[in-house]
């Protein structure tokens, strides 16, 4: 029997579309340099790396994913279209957007199949479908970072893990539009919502939970560790009991907005609090470029006008400021827009991709999604839920 090595490894993916940069990073606790198979001269240099190092290595487009066939780009009858795939109802396609491929009846598709595919639009009386992986066109950097070396172990067989399939194969690249054609995100009633009454009086009871793992909110942290410095002036937006701010960035100064004192007095980051109902209150209560930093944490899913607030934030930023969005995957689902629970994960960073550009007044836009990280043993969740929320942030700096 062989003796393997292991590591626990964070690798990412780096890679640039029309309208951003995008940082795709998945965790492995349990790598093995015998079984696993390791893309590109990572597989010859990852044994050899040591707690903390880490390493890149470029790759162009179609080497790590399967490269874009235009044979893949298929026309299909509207009869071919399950409509009902969708537990919510039938879906009305639009262009731009993506749908389990599952849907399409094709020879390149099975009914189970929930890998997106992207809807391109009529072709006449036929649909266009883009069955190529979302990647496929895009130049990757692959990243590789040794967050701890494992004892070895006596091989008996196991699960073999291909890190390039599993870290591009359901998700990174649907965050991007394509080059030709606008997403169309915005068509028929995408921010109606079941609940449609007042907000204030909705959240006028405190709902003091964790709407994301403890991990998960370490890992917004990490992001916001990256852009914000000590001593801003920063505006959280959508506040409540916890701020999800790094520790190491001292001095902070925080204006809490949101809709229930009761929580925000429980936030030990806040240094003020303003009562405000971004959904129907038209302008911010600020003058502008009050503020050097803003952040909306797990809460641009309930936003009904999502493109007047992002104006009205940049008006209350100084020049340059950031603007930090994220989010996981729960909601509270009356006030939810409808058009959030239709989307693939990823293709929500998409969509406020679109707030940013559409706002008018933003550039240098950047996504980024972690995934994979285990659930702490004490969330109340585990271990019917052995992973970590997902992550997915998007951010953007005022150009005014």
């Known amino acids: ?101 599952g849907m399409i009846a094709a020879p390149e ?15 006449g009386a036929l649909l266009q479908v883009d069955l190529n992986r979302p990647l496929a066109a895009y130049p990757i950097t692959l990243g590789a970072k040794v967050v701890k070396s494992l004892d070895p172990v006596t091989e008996r067989g196991g699960v073999c893990h291909d890190i390039a399939y599993t870290m591009t194969d359901d998700g990174p690249g649907v965050q991007a539009c394509v080059h030709h054609l606008d997403t169309d995100f915005f068509h028929g009633a995408p921010f109606g919502r079941d609940d449609d009454g007042d907000d204030a009086a909705f ?37 409540g009991s916890h701020s999800h701010l790094p520790e190491q960035v001292e001095g902070l100064n925080v204006t809490g907005l949101g809709l229930n004192r009761a929580e925000m007095a429980q936030n030990g980051r806040l240094s003020k609090v303003v009562i405000h ?33 992002f104006q009205e934030i940049s008006r209350v930023l100084k020049r340059g400021g950031p603007f930090i969005v994220a989010f996981s995957h729960r909601w509270f689902p009356p006030k939810v827009i409808r058009l959030w629970t239709e989307l693939h994960p990823f293709e929500r960073m998409g969509l406020v991709v679109e707030y940013f550009r559409k706002s008018g ?18 969330d109340r969740y585990f271990p019917q839920v052995t992973l970590s929320d997902p992550v997915f942030a998007i951010w953007g700096k005022t150009l005014l």
């Open 203 to 239: 959240y006028s009871t405190p709902r003091v939970v964790e709407q994301i793992d403890a991990a998960a909110s370490r890992a917004i942290a990490e992001i916001y560790g990256r852009i914000l410095r000590p001593g801003m002036q920063v505006l959280d937006l959508m506040s």
């Open 361 to 378: 007044s933003f550039k240098d836009l950047h996504t980024e999604s972690v995934r994979g990280y285990p659930r702490p043993d004490a």
């Open 109 to 123: 598709t099975f009914p189970e199949e929930t890998r997106p595919c992207r809807y391109l639009g009529n072709k």
């Open 1 to 101: 029997m062989n003796q393997s090595e292991r590591a626990s490894v964070e690798f990412e993916i780096l890679w640039k579309s029309n309208y951003a940069r995008h940082r795709d990073r998945y965790f492995f606790p349990r790598i093995n340099f015998w079984r696993d198979i390791l893309p590109g001269h990572t597989a010859r240099l990852l044994p050899s790396m040591q707690e903390g190092e880490a390493r890149v290595e470029e790759f162009g487009a179609g080497v790590l994913v399967p490269p874009y066939n235009d044979q893949l780009v298929v026309t299909v009858r509207h009869a071919q279209i399950n409509q009902q795939f969708r537990d919510n109802g039938p879906t009305v396609l639009r262009p731009g957007r993506f749908y389990p491929r």
């Open 277 to 309: 109902d971004l959904n129907s209150d038209k302008p911010l209560p600020f003058n502008d470029g009050a503020f050097e930093a803003a952040l909306c944490c797990v809460s641009v899913q309930y936003l009904t006008e999502p493109i007047r607030i």
